[in-house]
């Protein structure tokens, strides 16, 4: 999460397509070469990786107009996470040869690219730091804001999350009973609604 990409007119503009993925779909995987620069036109995915253990670990959530996994293909290493569609999704992609002469032909988006790329590494900086030793309310509270402020949200009333319990508990470091218990009491508080399984804040 984070702020918005690149403009999706000039990726365009240098031969990117739109792809469409469904959710459940992998866009890439962990320890792979990129090939495109990615970025959502609509829906949502996250971004997971794993550890020696066996446990996932999300390292992101991204939505409408944000780009992802675009260090690695900057810097020509392995994606450390893979992509994975949480939900519908039309995605813009562009091959990393055309993505390289654009940037090269185009000063203000290496200039978008990289403040783009700092304002993510600051980001995450104060996410790690905000998880760390926080309470689960906290923690959960963090994120849901995080979350809502990427949407076209409606004013004065809750707005669907699109993120399971698993998923937040992923990204928090909290396990899944734990969120299920502090996501109740949140709902006595009337801090969020259950409504059909589904969480609105």
């Known amino acids: ?10 990726l365009q503009d240098y031969g990117a397509q739109i792809k ?35 446990r996932t670990f999300t390292q992101g959530i991204f939505t409408d107009g944000q780009c992802f996994g675009e260090p690695p293909l900057v810097i020509n290493a392995l994606s450390p996470a893979t992509a994975h569609v949480i939900t519908d999704s039309q995605i813009i992609r562009l091959t990393k040869d055309s993505f390289e002469k654009m940037l090269l032909e185009n000063s203000s988006m290496c200039h978008q690219l990289n403040l783009l790329l700092a304002n993510r590494a600051y980001e995450k900086t104060k996410t790690n730091m905000m998880l760390t030793g926080q309470a689960p309310e906290i923690r959960i509270g963090f994120i849901l804001d995080k979350f809502k402020a990427n949407m076209e949200c409606l004013e004065n ?31 006595t508080e009337n801090k969020i609604e259950i409504r059909n399984r589904k969480l609105y804040y």
């Open 1 to 10: 999460m984070g702020q918005k990409g690149l403009s999706s007119e000039i």
């Open 20 to 54: 469409f993925y469904s959710k459940g779909d992998i866009v890439f995987k962990e320890d792979t070469i990129p090939r495109y620069f990615h970025q959502i036109d609509t829906g949502c995915l996250k971004m997971i990786s794993h550890g020696e253990d066996g």
């Open 157 to 187: 009333q809750k707005n669907q999350i699109c993120l399971t319990r698993q998923e937040i508990a992923d990204f928090t470091g909290l396990r899944v009973e734990t969120v299920i218990r502090t996501l109740k009491r949140m709902e």
